[in-house]
């Protein structure tokens, strides 16, 4: 029987290829490009009996879970995969029970301080500041669900991912996650301009935000 696995693009802008990164039973990782057809990218096969792991490769770099899939599985490095259940008929197996995360706040920093500053710095500069970081904080989470953010510079072209997982936790605290982009490498300096990120669950697109990287010499840490 033929399992249909598909992506449908959102908020990743234009794509020129999505592959299927899959861990087998045996822990064997394989690479299967998949078709876009009316802008559905899909790969449809059969699948012995087991527990599969995988996640869409989007045009060879940002590596993002499928929303579809409800069920999620850390590997040895923490590395979050979307699951695939089969049956000895073939056929796969859907859990119906649903896991939800909220997003509380959101902040935006030149550093990895903890808690999150009370404002969000929005312009960056060269001269003085090394990263850029983001600073978000989760309530209600149930289940486990993975966070990526992307990074893109002003020619849109992705320069930095990273990816973190949330947990609940026993007593439901609030969780807060931080991610940073590096500003150091030279190519990144010479990209002053209007640079955005973007926030993911699951692989499902939650958020798109802007900020500006200038080689002014006004500073200040607001922005």
Not at 29 to 44: I, K, R, Y
Not at 130 to 150: C, D, K, N, P, Y
Not at 182 to 208: C, K, M, N
Request: hydrophobic content about 40%; overall charge negative.
């Amino acid at each position: 029987m033929s399992i249909q696995l598909h992506y449908t693009p959102e908020g990743v802008g234009p794509l020129q290829s999505v592959t299927l990164l899959m861990k087998k039973p045996g822990g064997q990782l394989v690479q299967a490009p998949m078709q876009e057809v009316d802008g559905v990218w899909a790969l449809s096969r059969s699948f012995p009996e087991g527990e599969y792991h995988y996640a869409f490769l989007i045009d060879q770099q940002l590596r993002l879970n499928d929303p579809q899939a409800n069920v999620y599985a850390p590997d040895d490095q923490e590395k979050i995969w979307s699951v695939l259940l089969v049956n000895a008929e073939g056929q796969r197996l859907y859990n119906n029970q649903e896991y939800k995360v909220h997003l509380e706040d959101y902040r935006l920093s030149a550093h990895l301080d903890r808690p999150a500053p009370d404002f969000i710095k929005k312009k960056f500069h060269l001269g003085v500041d090394q990263q850029v970081v983001a600073h978000w904080l989760f309530t209600e989470v149930q289940g486990l669900h993975s966070v990526t953010v992307a990074w893109s510079a002003p020619d849109g072209q992705l320069v930095q991912w990273g990816e973190q997982y949330l947990v609940e936790n026993e007593h439901n605290t609030p969780i807060e996650l931080a991610f940073a982009c590096d500003l150091t490498p030279p190519q990144r300096r010479q990209q002053a301009g209007a640079w955005s990120l973007r926030l993911y669950i699951d692989g499902a697109f939650v958020l798109e935000d802007e900020f500006t990287i200038s080689r002014d010499t006004t500073y200040s840490k607001f922005g």
